[in-house]
């Protein structure tokens, strides 16, 4: 398995959580890494802004572009990605982090949220990808990676949160059709979904989920590293579960990990004890 020295990374949602992992998991390889969110000024509920990420990705070791961004906002995407490509020459991966959640029934989503987790999740994937994707085609190992679930059409995966399923479905089926329309331009398009609950800001819109029951986000990183370093042409349209990944990739001990060694850890949403595809 190789590294990410040199690459060039857009990531969107890399101020705090899955995204900065990521980010951070890249950066000390000594990547260039495109830091995409709307964070610019401190959070009192939320931790991180594009500057803090900035300067951790450059702690560690990599080289760092904070954006602030609306990625709802196509102008805006396409001003970013350009000022990455002014800044370092191209771009290698697009990471589709950034996601809007709110697990409410149909009487209790007002369309305003709604609006925002379609625009976020499915709309706001397929537009980054669009913009990226003329610089994706002159890279050399050129990947798409979202943050999505394999599409699973259980009803108990949409009762109760409808309006969140369809909208992170969108991101999943950006996945299956962006693979098969690049899949012959040699760009991979697969998607990332931890096991467990990943412990994040998110989880205030979880009911009833403690930290202590999660994993840290450095699973979800270390599994996006080792799809963005295998050969784009070999592996695309996948929908990887990051366990999975990490034990084909020899892992065996996944305490360190947990947010608490030794808890019983919450299973995400939309897995039903499935094999990788």
């Known amino acids: ?34 830091i995409v969110a709307k964070t ?33 906002d196509e102008a805006a995407v396409a ?3 350009k000022r990455t490509v002014e800044r370092f020459g191209g771009i290698d991966i697009c990471v589709n982090n950034a996601s809007a959640i709110h697990l409410a029934p149909l009487r ?19 537009c980054v990808s669009q913009a990226c994707l003329p610089h994706l085609l002159e890279a050399d190992n050129p990947h798409i990676l979202a943050m999505a679930p394999p599409i699973n059409l259980d009803p108990k995966w949409f ?36 096991r467990t609950v990943i412990a994040t800001a998110a989880l ?18 270390d599994a996006a590293h080792a799809i963005l370093t295998r050969p784009s042409r070999a592996h695309t349209g996948r ?16 305490g360190h990990y947990a947010v608490k060694r030794g808890e019983r850890l919450l299973p995400d949403l939309f897995l039903d004890g499935r094999d990788d595809r």
């Not at 398995?1 to 000594?30: E, N, P, V, W």
């Not at 369809?166 to 962006?178: E, I, N, P, R």
């Open 239 to 254: 929908f990887f579960i990051d366990e999975e990944v990490l034990r084909k990739t020899g892992v065996t001990d996944f």
């Open 204 to 221: 205030v819109m979880i009911p009833q989920v403690r930290p202590e029951s999660c994993r840290k986000p450095e699973i979800v990183a």
């Open 1 to 34: 398995m190789g590294d990410l020295a040199g690459k060039t990374l857009f990531i969107t949602g890399a101020s705090r959580g899955i995204g900065l992992a990521i980010a951070l998991r890249a950066a000390r390889d000594g990547a260039n890494v495109a």
């Open 159 to 194: 009762k109760g949160h409808t309006a969140y399923t369809m909208a992170k479905y969108g991101m999943s089926l950006c996945v299956v059709g962006l693979a098969a329309e690049l899949a012959d331009a040699g760009v991979a398009v697969n998607a990332l979904w931890p």
């Open 108 to 126: 209790e989503t007002v369309m305003k949220r709604y609006d925002l987790m379609m625009g976020v999740n499915a709309r706001g994937t397929f």
């Open 40 to 72: 610019v000024e401190p959070h009192p509920r939320l931790p991180g802004t594009i500057h803090t990420a900035a300067a951790a990705v450059g702690e560690a070791g990599g080289h760092a572009l904070p954006l602030a961004v609306d990625i709802r």
């Open 79 to 81: 001003a970013a990605v």
